[in-house]
């Protein structure tokens, strides 16, 4: 009955959690600035029973839900940071809430609130049962900025769990089996001699000659680096007027490959073109790491664990009217990036819009894809389990308006409110866990680490941004 039991009371309680990311994506916040929607899921743990451990990190809306005791120690991820730029109300057409404000559109009002939702689904089963053991939700900040896991790591948040569980909203149900890239974000400072452009050009040593030709000298090194490598670059200061020699300009990088030591490789590399750069224009140049998240190492035993979660959670359903609001919405995406989702989506349904089916597809296991998240630290420290739930039409791609407007709908909750059965069946059979499933995911950790132990790619004399208002800013993925 303890399955059953947990997928009735997540139903009874739909209201209050589609409430809850309702208020997040209503208020949206970019990263470290987080207040609200951390206090909103504080305040709903704490009325739930779940001792509070706040700050973590050295981030003030970073923080651990915890109920239990012993073991296993079970993680379930949270993250609740919107991206700029984003605004969009709930409509099939362009429409900003505040023009150029932020927004959801990266689900991270779903992604924190199911997590939410599946531990105290969690903690209700539990009391009733008597279980032992330990659950955790983890409030995690500025995971656009691909750093807020990484402060926590460092401090050591997650080094005594069993294994964690989390998931991301996408646009259909599958487990995460590909590896997500390791990346290093370095912003370039060079500064230089100010001079009048026109009358004594000599006498100026110009910092944005210098990032220009870092610029040309990495583009260079694009040829001479392995498979699958990124290198993307924003000029952050270019000078403050064309007739003025610039004795300060800066340039911001992301560097991603597939695993972390490829990304540090890389670094250094860069770092000697940024030194080259200087050395040519007589200007000098510091840097500084703004992040440096881990590749995800996906655990085989823990996905499919949650994968098999899906029948005892039910399927979705849509109503026409959101079958309607699906194909209005989808009309809005240029041709072309349909056409290039149904050739990736070849092997699955690729014409339907709301596709309620849960794939799993271990052809994946051993393939990178090209984006990067801070989940990746979590990864390297104790197994982790991820999936992805169907939270807006297939076809509608993350970081955009549309998919805003879709994490804000009815569709991106009942999304949301799928991966939280999927997470809280999931640590209620590893509470159990007859089958020794905990122990085979860890046998699988160890044998995916092969004995690297995890070190923070963030130096340690590097502080959380917390009070620099030019880390809100920086986009990702």
Not at 253 to 282: C, N, P
Request: net charge negative.
């Amino acid at each position: 009955m303890g399955k059953s039991d947990i997928v009735s009371w997540i139903e009874e309680n739909e209201s209050k959690f589609v409430d809850v990311a309702k208020q997040i994506w209503d208020h949206p916040e970019v990263g470290y600035r987080e207040s609200f929607a951390s206090a909103l899921q504080i305040k709903v743990l704490e009325e739930a029973g779940f001792t509070i451990t706040a700050g973590v990190g050295d981030i003030p809306t970073a923080f651990i839900a915890e109920y239990g005791t012993g073991k296993p120690v079970i993680g379930i991820l949270g993250e609740f940071d919107a991206l700029p730029g984003l605004s969009q109300q709930v409509c099939p057409e362009y429409s900003p809430v505040v023009p150029n404000g932020p927004g959801h559109g990266c689900g991270h009002n779903l992604l924190g609130t199911a997590g939410v939702e599946a531990v105290v689904a969690l903690k209700e089963q539990m009391e009733v049962e008597r279980l032992s053991g330990t659950i955790r939700y983890y409030g995690c900040p500025a995971e656009e900025l691909l750093s807020g896991k990484t402060f926590m790591a460092r401090s050591g948040a997650f080094d005594d769990l069993d294994c964690t569980l989390t998931w991301h909203p996408w646009t259909y149900n599958s487990t995460a089996n590909a590896s997500m890239q390791a990346l290093t974000a370095v912003e370039f400072f060079f500064s230089g001699r100010t001079s009048h452009a026109g009358a004594a050009p000599h006498l100026g040593r110009s910092a944005l000659d210098a990032v220009e030709l870092m610029n040309v000298g990495a583009n260079y090194l694009r040829e001479h680096v392995p498979d699958g490598s990124r290198i993307h670059y924003q000029i952050t200061n270019g000078g403050a007027a064309p007739n003025i020699v610039p004795d300060a300009a800066s340039v911001y990088y992301f560097l991603r490959a597939s695993d972390r030591k490829q990304v540090d490789e890389l670094k250094e590399r860069l770092i000697k073109v940024a030194q080259g750069a200087a050395m040519m224009t007589e200007t000098s140049v510091r840097w500084e790491i703004k992040s440096g998240c881990y590749d995800t190492l996906p655990n085989k035993t823990l996905n499919e664990l949650m994968f098999k979660q899906a029948e005892a959670a039910g399927q979705m359903t849509y109503t026409p009217e959101e079958e309607k609001f699906a194909e209005e919405l989808v009309q809005t995406i240029d041709p072309s990036v349909i056409a290039a989702v149904k050739r990736q989506m070849s092997d699955k349904n690729a014409d339907t819009l709301l596709n309620p089916h849960f794939y799993n597809d271990t052809n994946q296991f051993g393939t990178t894809m090209g984006g990067s998240s801070d989940v990746g630290d979590v990864s390297w420290i104790t197994p982790m389990g991820q999936i992805m739930t169907a939270c807006a039409p297939l076809g509608v791609q993350l970081h955009s308006w549309q998919a805003t407007a879709s994490f804000g709908s009815t569709i991106g909750m009942k999304g949301m409110q799928y991966s939280a059965k999927i997470m809280a069946l999931s640590a209620y059979e590893l509470l159990l866990d007859p089958n020794g499933i905990l122990e085979k995911a860890k046998e699988e950790f160890a044998a995916s680490t092969k004995g690297v132990e995890y070190k923070a790619g963030i130096p340690a004399d590097v502080k959380p941004p917390v009070s620099n208002k030019e880390a809100f800013l920086e986009p990702t993925i």
